[in-house]
């Protein structure tokens, strides 16, 4: 029988991602067509990419929880273009007519949405990653429908209003530590880093790993979710690391699967003076254990750093 405050917990997860992608739709519902087309922080990717490849992913996920051979045969085709099937899906969405890719999203995320609340709690689906279980897809899911929402809202001069649903995506990129390193060639380092993130409300830390640990990661939950799914670089966040591991992580933190990204260049997408001076920092303050989460798989997941 389910662990019920599992189940509970999966049910949050999946709500959270239902409300994030109202959010983003909302943002785009009701665009002029030229607006589509405007280039956003991915090279080469406009709006309508971005929606795009959201569409494309959650129909790979839809797959994945109700037609096993369907995503098999998806997987297949990536293998045959595994250096452009992100771009090629996205481009192929995007030359629809952006009511029509509106129209086919939405459809892709309501029965994404009653597929992942029908699903056993226990199974694991497959990916092209190793199998995730339904929250931790979900998870993924809203993680790369926060970061791609957040270059539309870059490509539209819009700031968003961080919500408590950053935390799925601070966890992923916690427990993605030891994935940026390897995916360099470079060895993780010994022990847990302690990490302490002020939620968007100014008052509940959300942290990880051991108190004691004598390297840590402290600042604001949305900067840290900015850095480690490469929204924007490091020199524009409010984040201090204390200890030489620690601050190496926060230059090549990643929440995603896949080559090491790129990143953000300075200054992009943030207003002047928003960031951190080189080199200032501040002490760590007192946390509160975050609540449990829904029983997620250790590691990145699949996603694009773009």
Known sequence: MPDPSAVDDAVAVFTDLREEGRELDALVEGLPAPDWARPTPAPGWTVAHQIAHLHWTDR?????????????????????????????GAREGAALPPAELLARWRGTRDALAQALAAASPDTRFPWYGPPMKAASMASARLMETWAHGQDVADALGVRRTPTARLRHVARIGVRARDYAYAVRGLPAPDGEFRVELTAPDGVQVWAYGPPQAPQRITGPALDFCLLVTQRAHRADLELTATGPDADRWLDIAQAFAGPAGAGREPGAGREPGAGREPGAGREPGAAREPEAGPDQEAGPVQGTGR
């Open 60 to 88: 790979a996920s839809l797959l994945s929880l109700t037609d096993a051979t369907g995503f098999g045969v998806m997987v297949e085709e990536a293998l045959k273009a595994p250096d452009s099937f992100v771009d090629d």
